[in-house]
């Protein structure tokens, strides 16, 4: 019987080999006849790169600041690739459950020391001490500056060089994490709002990660209204302490970043109360109930939790608030305090004081702590022109190698790249313009902050300028943010269902950027901090109080009642006039700003914002879209200046003019509102618009191989520089863990008793489970 067996299992395999090998000869010609319309879209990107106008390495290393940070940028690329923790990103990025996407991320960022000090050693050309992901200890901990053998300026030089390497390999991490709040609030509040001697004191421990810290200001029942925060630091003048409480319910701190699991310790805004002079310590003796001042939203630095075993300390209770659509790579929290004692140099001091008497000592300037804000959101607007540029690399990559449709008879039916469809370059190219507006505008508000930040530390203590500062700040982030959240949704879309996949990065990409709308104060609040100063200005100049009205920066408009009430695009001058587009924008901001603060009449600056809100908002983002504008225009005359070839100039004022006329067409109503523009400059814009999409075209490869972004950063089977998608995206599918296993989850109990039931089976047990069919 077993060898009948036998001879009939080898009958039906020489059957089955006989009937492979046919099938392929009748395939043969079939398969041939196919292969002769696909195209390799590794051919296609390279034969995109050759049409290039302009040299792409040239605009990178103009991005980048120079030559030397491009190197540093493929360097840190390097590393990370094949070192043991960093080189597993993407299988970790899209498939872990949430902690181990937690535990990997916080590893991650645990070593970005560790990996700088080893890149560090690779500059300065010696390798010695990790390699590809030793301990980094000794041999490398030296030249981080902790070693005597060097004098002081080698040693703050290389400290410099570490502290820029680990801002690069934060980046190329990609995912926000527990220590973000560490490092993006924590540490810069202290700097910026602490005393010499409280600096001294907490910087080291949180550079040497001796604490951890995260930022806690929002409330579970209040947000971006920052003066009605409800957490209470009272001020005890007999053991002179502070008594930190959570009042209410709403007023639990909900959200800070790294306050779920990590932080061992928080930056708590909190109002600040002050025995008040009619109180005196003679009423703490009489029993009779004291009298306090409040003194608004002060920090306060406070420690949590155990440094020795991580357990909340006596009164505070804390803990994560729960998965998330996104971001959950981060243990946002919830805190709470139940009459917390702390010292009373708790209370950051560098601009207001608390005396110990409990007299309070005003800062020179009421909003003096309004410093670091203005620092956190313009490194929002950077990250937004970061992540505008992922989006774009990717999709723009993808839309170059990608055939559908239209297939060309002549040429083997070979199909139409995505790209060459005018939707798709007007979807993208205006994006990718954007980004290159959002980085100019980063490097100006960098710029704004910095020259600030020296007035302001010197002897003259001179703040004039965070009025303005604040007031642009507050409405860039919201309209960078904005679009950006915006532009990757769109660069999704032009990759159709491919775009959908976690690998192709945009999900994860949108769900980490998106919360940007929201922290940090929400958008439309924001706006209306920037129009609460453009109305304050304008009443000044139509007050002719112009000697009390420093009009710096991009508020010079304001006064100039709006150039003119025509424009001379398409008459006086060409559609692509530099000037005439930004009077354009000018003339715009201009008008919105006045025909608001008209309807506002003498109602205060509360009651105008309220009651006509929304075209308050509308004033910002128009004020925001000239800054962003300028700033672009202003980043190619600077590049002029630096002797950048006339073809990477030509490009570039392509891409500002693209930018300037895709903005006018989608809120054209703006300028016909008023008569500004007439119906034949309409045309002209849309025609002009069709022009430029089609000048662009052959550099599109080039501009996005010049945003200089590595593979290991974007992460992304659409969007790698080889442009290798097909044979990504099927790698991709093999290595997913979902494919481990034939069986899906739960077939035992749930799929293979209905497959196998007598009454419905159409197998038997000799067929190998094949069906008759």
Not at 326 to 354: E, I, Q, T
Not at 506 to 524: L, Q, R
């Amino acid at each position: 019987m077993n060898t009948a067996w036998k001879s009939e299992s080898t009958n039906e395999a020489e059957a089955d080999e006989d009937d492979i090998t046919l099938a392929r000869k009748l395939q043969t010609p079939v398969s041939k006849q196919i292969a002769q319309s696909s195209v390799d879209p590794r051919k296609d990107l390279l034969r995109e790169r050759e049409r290039a106008s302009f040299n792409s390495r040239e605009l990178e290393v103009l991005l980048a600041g120079g030559v030397e940070n491009v190197k540093l940028r493929k360097l840190v690329a390097e590393t990370l690739t094949k070192d043991r923790v960093f080189k597993n990103k993407t299988s970790e990025k899209y498939s872990l459950p949430r902690e181990e996407l937690y535990r990997t991320t916080l590893e991650k960022y645990l070593e970005i020391p560790r990996v700088a000090r080893e890149i560090l050693a690779k500059i300065h050309g010696d390798n010695g001490g990790g390699g590809g992901g030793g301990s980094g200890g000794g041999a490398t901990r030296s030249r981080s500056g902790n070693s005597g053998d060097s004098g002081n300026g080698v040693n703050k030089s290389n400290n410099n060089k570490l502290i820029a390497i680990a801002r690069v390999v934060r980046e190329f991490i990609d995912e926000p994490g527990g220590l973000d709040l560490h490092l993006g609030m924590f540490i810069p509040t202290i700097q910026g709002q602490g005393t010499d001697e409280q600096k001294k004191y907490w910087l080291p421990k949180c550079v040497n990660l001796e604490i951890v810290g995260t930022y806690a200001q929002t409330e579970l029942g209040h947000g971006t209204f920052i003066r009605g925060l409800e957490t209470t630091c009272t001020y005890d003048v007999r053991k002179k302490e502070f008594i930190v409480h959570s009042p209410t319910l709403t007023a639990t701190k909900w959200w800070p970043g790294g306050l779920g699991k990590t932080a061992t310790h928080a930056i708590v805004m909190a109002r600040l109360f002050v025995p008040s002079s009619s109180s005196s310590s003679s009423s703490f003796a009489s029993h009779s109930e004291p009298v306090f001042s409040d003194k608004g939203i002060h920090a306060f630095v406070v420690q949590i939790r155990s440094t020795k075993d991580h357990l909340p300390l006596p009164g505070v209770q804390c803990g994560d608030i729960g998965d998330k659509m996104g971001y959950n790579a981060v243990d946002n929290g919830f805190l709470r305090f139940d009459h917390v004692r702390v010292p009373k140099d708790a209370m950051l001091m560098g601009h207001s004081k608390v005396l110990d008497d409990g007299t309070y000592v005003p800062p020179p300037v009421k909003k003096a702590a309004y410093g670091t804000m203005v620092f956190v959101r313009s490194d929002i607007v950077m990250n937004a022109a970061l992540y505008m540029k992922k989006a774009v690399t990717i999709a723009l990559r993808y839309n170059l190698v990608r055939r559908q449709s239209n297939a060309d008879s002549k040429n083997n039916n070979v199909e139409t790249q995505v790209l060459d469809y005018q939707h798709s370059q007007r979807t993208l190219f205006p994006i990718l313009a954007s980004s290159f507006a959002f980085h100019t505008t980063s490097d100006y508000m960098r710029r704004m902050y910095f020259e600030f930040l020296k007035r302001s530390q010197s002897s003259e203590k001179d703040f004039d300028a965070l009025p303005e500062l604040h007031a642009t700040s507050s409405g860039l982030k919201a309209f960078c943010s904005w679009k950006t959240k915006d532009a990757i949704e769109s660069c999704r879309l032009t990759c159709g269902g491919h775009g959908y996949l976690a690998n192709a990065g945009f999900g994860t990409t949108f769900a980490s950027y998106a919360p940007n709308v929201t922290y940090e104060g929400d958008n439309n609040v924001l706006c209306l901090q920037t129009s609460r100063y453009l109305l304050k200005t304008m009443r000044a100049l139509q007050a002719k109080l112009v000697t009390e009205v420093k009009l710096v920066g991009q508020m010079k408009y304001l006064s100039e009642s709006g150039n003119t009430f025509t424009s001379t695009l398409g008459h006086e001058v060409g559609i692509r006039d530099e000037d005439a587009l930004l009077r354009a924008y000018e003339h715009r901001a201009w008008r919105l700003c006045s025909q608001a603060t008209a309807r506002a009449g003498n109602l205060s600056v509360d009651e105008a914002m309220r009651l006509d809100m929304v075209s308050w908002i509308k004033v910002a983002k128009s004020h925001c879209a000239l800054v962003v504008l300028a700033n672009f225009f202003d980043g190619i005359h600077e590049a002029e200046k630096l002797k950048v070839s006339k073809e990477t100039i030509a490009v570039l004022k392509r891409l500002a003019t693209l930018h300037a006329l895709c903005g006018v067409e989608d809120e054209l109503g703006d300028w016909v509102e008023d008569g500004y523009l007439e119906a034949m400059q309409c045309q002209l814009v849309r025609e002009e618009i069709a022009q430029l999409l089609q000048e662009l075209r052959p550099d599109a490869a080039a501009l996005a191989d010049s945003l200089g972004l590595d593979d290991y950063f974007l992460n992304s089977t659409l969007g790698a520089r080889d442009g290798n998608v097909y044979e990504n995206l099927f790698a991709a599918a093999q290595k997913a863990p979902f494919n481990s296993s034939h069986k899906p989850p739960g077939y035992d109990h749930l799929l293979w008793p209905r497959f196998n039931a007598s009454s419905n089976s159409n197998t038997s047990n000799n067929n190998k489970g094949r069906s008759k069919l």
